[in-house]
């Protein structure tokens, strides 16, 4: 099975600021790579599918890279409501596996 | 509007089975692959299971092949989860998915005696 490792586990932030999350594959898994965003009590929310597009609806400010082993989910000019928990997940081969999951909180 | 409700949750003892449904509407149900993804309470997200399309593949994560059956039937849109030999574990929110864009909204299953 492909492990998913995602840094930091949590991280703390302010309005406005930059964040990055990085996901590291176990192997390769090319251009596989989706991001969620799940807030308490509800299902995950598709943000980037395929490494790097931008699901309909979600805003331009989030956006991803990377490809291969190492994967990066950036946030820029964080807005309150994007406090959140943020899980990858490799969509190359089964098992689908996820990424244990970064909160982030409010500083 | 595509729309994925689960139900079949609910609190069952160890060593007992469960059966959670999803049913689809919105799309062509018979086109797509399926899958279920758990989380405990507190923890991650957990892929355990997906059917293909036409529900002759099946696939299995290690912590419940053996126990748990994934099946559908495609003139009712209905993807299906069987666990059997439920253990304290075992408890989590089930998620069907079609994934990666869409999401039910999760369904309860509580192993307790």
């Known amino acids: 099975d492909i492990q998913m490792t995602q840094s930091p586990s949590s991280l703390s932030a302010s309005v406005g600021d930059r964040v990055t999350i990085t996901c590291r594959a176990s192997?390769?898994?090319?251009?596989?790579l989706n991001w969620y965003q799940q807030k308490p009590g509800k299902a995950p929310k598709l943000l980037i599918y395929?490494?790097?597009d931008l699901q309909s609806g979600v805003p331009s400010r989030f956006s991803g890279s990377g490809s291969g082993t190492e994967f990066t989910l950036t946030i820029n000019n964080l807005q309150p409501e994007d406090f959140a928990t943020y899980y990858c997940?490799?969509?190359?081969?089964?098992?689908?596996?996820f990424g244990q999951g970064t909160k982030v909180e409010i500083k | 509007e595509v729309q994925l409700l689960e139900s079949g949750g609910g609190l069952v003892q160890p060593g007992g089975s469960q059966r959670l449904s999803c049913v689809a509407s919105?799309?062509?149900?018979?086109?797509?692959?399926m899958t279920w993804v758990r989380q405990s309470p507190g923890k991650g997200l957990e892929w355990i299971s997906a059917?293909?399309?036409?529900?002759?593949?099946?696939y299995y994560a290690d912590s419940v092949r053996g126990r748990f059956t994934i099946s559908r039937d495609n003139s009712k849109n209905t993807l299906y989860l069987q666990m059997n030999s439920l253990r304290t574990d075992d408890t989590a929110v089930y998620y069907c998915?079609?994934?990666?864009?869409?999401w039910g909204q999760g369904t309860l299953v509580a192993v307790s005696s």
């Open positions: 059917i293909s399309a036409g529900g002759l593949s099946a």
């Open positions: 998915a079609r994934e990666p864009h869409f």
């Open positions: 395929t490494a790097f």
């Open positions: 192997q390769s898994i090319r251009s596989y």
């Open positions: 919105g799309f062509a149900f018979d086109g797509y692959a």
């Open positions: 997940q490799q969509s190359f081969s089964n098992p689908r596996t």
